[in-house]
Each structure stands twice: as structure tokens, then as C-alpha cells.
């Protein structure tokens, strides 16, 4: 079962625009974590914020988190073409069991 | 550090064979993680070990897969008959299982075409 839905499911933008992708899920979680995934490939862990933590930082990346919306989003600033990937959020209940969403396709154009 | 291994890269079977996955997560990580990912959807948790026991599996078809991990370590996952709708990429991942380490690390995943 997907825990999470992502939106939107695919976003075309062009280089050094920023990029936002939205997340919302279902059940109480522990912390949320954002993936990347580049095309044949294993997933990348990027960031994680905790139930308890409203936003965070990372290079280009920012996260939010709002418990009461049940809802997340990730930002990429000045994105570049390397930043064409799939982005999954995935949750975690506290019980190290991690479900992900449906995932936002990002297309960089340089 | 070492990745996480994962083998083959790719399968192609035809339908109702058999086929075995193999997963060996990063040294020291006592979690370990088997995901089904369908083409253009996000990845299914279908098994969850701690250590060489089962956590969760509530998502994997037993009448068809089987997963096993033998010394808390190496994993195998299979699949006796394939389906069409088997057809996906198989992802490993294992983590530490740490509080404050909740990282999942992800192999380069085997990717099963059922004819």
C-alpha cells in the first residue's frame, strides 16, 4: 500500500528555476524522508525531518513538514539538468518500516 | 563503505518459472529491506527483517514469493511460478537501525521482465 501521494506526478521546468514537489500521507508518522532516483536505478536518500522539526535545510534542498495537513514539500533551488530524477517522500512510523509515495517526475531543460 | 550489492541486473524469464534474487546489504546493518517497484509507481515494501527475523510481511504474495535471510545477513528473494505482473524492479536496501541513523541505502535493484 502507498502511504504517500506526491504532487504533481510529473514537473518540467527549465534550468536554474526552482522546483516544488508535494507530499501527503495518511497515518502519524515518525519522520519523513525525501529519495531521488535517476532513471535504471537504486533510490538516494537526500534529507529527513522529524515529526517534531517544521523545516530543514540541505544545499539547494528545503523541506517542510506540517503534521496537522499531513502534508510535506520538498524544494530544489537553482535546479540543474542533473537534477532530472524521480523523487519519492517515504515515511516512517517509528517502527523502521518505510512506505513510499507515488514519486514526482522532475525534467531539468538546460 | 561498500553499497549494498544486489544480483542480477536483469532477468528475463517466461511465466510460471522460477527465479531468485540476491541481496547483500551493507556490513553492520541489522535491517534489511526487499521492494517491489512496478514501472512508473514508487516502490512496495514487500519484506522486512531484523536481523535473520521477520518484522513485517504483510505485502508479500506468499502463495508465489518466499524470501529468506540466512545469518542475518545475505538475503534471497523468489518467486515459484512467475506471473506477467511480476514484471518490476526487485530493490534491496538495508539500514542501520539506529535511532537517529533511519536511513535507507538502496541497491542498484534487479529488474524481472516476465514474458
Known amino acids: 500500500s502507498q502511504q504517500g501521494e506526491e504532487d504533481p506526478q510529473a514537473l518540467s521546468i527549465q534550468e536554474g528555476e526552482n522546483a516544488t514537489m508535494n507530499c501527503s500521507y495518511k497515518t502519524s508518522i515518525n519522520n519523513l524522508q525525501w529519495y531521488r532516483q535517476n532513471s535504471g536505478r537504486g533510490l538516494v536518500h537526500l534529507i529527513l525531518i522529524r515529526s517534531n522539526e517544521r523545516e530543514k535545510h540541505s544545499g539547494r534542498l528545503r523541506v517542510t513538514l506540517d503534521t496537522s495537513k499531513k502534508s510535506s514539500s520538498l524544494l530544489i533551488t537553482a535546479s540543474r539538468a542533473a537534477d532530472t530524477a524521480s523523487y519519492f517522500c517515504?515515511?516512517?512510523?517509528?517502527?523502521?518500516?518505510?512506505?513510499f509515495g507515488t514519486g514526482t517526475r522532475l525534467k531539468v531543460l538546460a | 563503505e561498500a553499497g549494498v550489492a544486489q544480483s542480477p541486473r536483469y532477468k528475463i524469464i517466461e511465466k510460471r518459472q522460477s527465479v531468485a534474487f540476491w541481496c547483500n546489504p551493507i556490513?553492520?546493518?541489522?535491517?534489511l529491506y526487499w521492494y517491489q517497484q512496478i514501472l512508473g509507481q514508487g516502490p512496495k515494501l514487500l519484506i522486512q527483517f531484523q536481523n535473520n527475523g521477520v518484522v513485517d510481511d504483510s505485502q508479500l504474495p506468499k502463495d508465489r514469493f518466499s524470501a529468506e535471510r540466512l545469518k542475518g545477513v545475505d538475503s534471497t528473494l523468489k518467486i515459484q511460478p512467475a506471473k506477467l505482473e511480476d514484471s518490476a524492479v526487485y530493490l534491496c536496501?538495508?539500514?542501520?537501525?539506529?535511532?537517529?541513523?533511519?536511513?535507507?541505502?538502496f541497491g542498484s535493484g534487479t529488474q524481472l521482465s516476465v514474458l
Open positions: 556490513s553492520g546493518h541489522a535491517t
Open positions: 517515504a515515511t516512517d512510523s517509528g517502527t523502521y518500516k518505510y512506505i
Open positions: 536496501a538495508s539500514s542501520p537501525y539506529r535511532a537517529g541513523n533511519e536511513k535507507l541505502f
